[in-house]
């Protein structure tokens, strides 16, 4: 194992306090701190030392891609580090987005759309470590229907419609492209026109709209926050987002994991681009009853969450314990102190400070008081 220096991303939703306080410096930062990146992501790679200074780990993979992920890692993914690491802290909301699946992704980069940066797919798997709030996945088309109905009335009722036949599809592009003035519309809705009999059951929802409205007055996608689950996640709780999911990050604090790719289709909460058309093509319309994945205990004090992918696996440990795992590895401590070790050497890791290991280099042996991520590949 090797130590880490990975850097900060200064999105402009993140917060100023919870990296800053995990990693033990003064609060608040200068700015906003949004994601530590962990891996070896051409737009923003760790470095690790080397003989004349820090080396990028992207730059460090690309010498020996063999040596540090092993032949069989290259020739399914390629001489790339498949996985990229984060931890993530939101302070406002993050866009509307959705990912589209592997094949859809090479099909459209290789024929030059510009939503489309690289050949690969983007599955993600984020748990919580704080509180946090997220909309995952499409809910119940009947529930947010009524939720509609009660909290816009008549203004809403040609979406109303569409849901009551489970039409999530048109009605998502119907609220993506409204033809009338969208500032007036959430006006109407967060202001309050429905009667307080009928906007009470759905109390929740009005105070979702109010609070995406202050942040976009004018944003299509306040309103189709409501045809999606608003859940509350746990520490230890995680939200898993496949091809096609449309979801979006509210706030907290969380550890992330994904397949290392850039491709993003917006639907909303954003002044950047929204290719409404390509967006209804990656979505999945499909009901998601429960969004929320439970850790798996596999022993005690070490937790992970099955995904369907082979581009990564996740595992938390907060005991000592010695882990065989596939693939190269990243480690991310977010509590107490830990030292990690393989046969290419042993570090200590305070939370913030992460590491990488190579492929092959036998079972990882891991001891102290903390709690630690492991990052691997998937089964």
């Known amino acids: 194992m090797e ?18 306080r995990l990693q033990g410096r003064a609060t608040p930062s200068a700015g ?12 923003a790679p760790s470095t690790l030392d080397g003989e004349d200074g ?23 993914f390629g001489p790339r580090l498949p996985f990229l ?18 094949e859809r992704a090479a099909e459209r980069f290789t024929a030059g759309d510009p939503n489309y940066v690289d050949a690969n797919h983007k599955p993600e798997l984020l748990v919580a470590i704080e509180p946090f ?3 995952c996945g499409f809910r119940d088309p009947r529930r947010s229907a009524d939720a509609l109905e009660a909290l816009g009335g008549k203004a809403l009722a040609p979406i109303v419609d569409h849901l009551r036949r489970g039409e999530l599809a048109d009605a998502v592009e119907l609220l993506l492209t409204w033809p009338g003035n969208r500032t007036d519309l959430i006006k109407l809705i967060t202001t309050g026109t429905a009667s307080d009999q009928d906007a009470d059951p759905f109390a929740d929802d009005l105070a979702l709209v ?16 409501l045809l999606l689950n608003h859940v509350r996640l746990t520490p230890g ?26 491709n993003v289709l917006r639907g909303g909460l954003t002044p950047k681009r929204v290719d409404v058309g390509e967006l209804l093509q990656v979505l ?62 042993v570090v200590s890791l305070t939370p913030g400070k992460a590491a990488v290991g190579p492929a092959g280099a036998g079972p990882l042996m891991i001891a102290g008081a903390g709690e630690v991520y492991v990052a691997s590949l998937g089964d």
Request: net charge negative; proline share 10%; glycine share 8%.
């Open 3 to 20: 130590l880490l220096d990975s850097p900060i991303r200064d999105y402009a939703w993140g917060s100023r306090t919870v990296l800053a």
């Open 32 to 43: 906003p701190e949004a994601e530590l990146w962990v891996g070896a992501h051409p737009a």
């Open 54 to 76: 820090p080396v990028s780990l992207a730059d460090a993979i690309g010498a020996a891609p063999t040596g540090w992920l092993g032949a069989d890692t290259v020739a399914r």
């Open 85 to 102: 690491l984060k931890l993530l802290a939101a302070e406002a909301p993050l866009s509307l987005q959705a990912h589209p699946d592997l």
């Open 133 to 135: 709030d997220a909309l």
């Open 210 to 225: 109010r609070r995406l409205a202050e942040h976009y007055p004018s944003d299509p996608g306040v309103l189709v926050a």
């Open 237 to 262: 709780d995680a939200v898993w987002m496949p091809a096609g999911n449309l979801h979006s990050y509210l706030s907290g604090s969380g550890v992330e994991i994904m397949a290392a790719s850039d």
């Open 284 to 345: 999945r319309f499909e009901v998601l009853d429960d969004p929320v994945v439970k850790p798996v205990e596999m022993a005690p004090g070490l937790h992970t969450w099955p995904v369907p992918v082979d581009d990564f696996a996740l595992h938390r440990v907060t005991t000592p314990t010695q882990l065989t795992l596939n693939g190269p590895i990243l480690a991310l401590c977010t509590a107490g102190e830990i030292t990690i070790g393989d046969a290419t050497g």
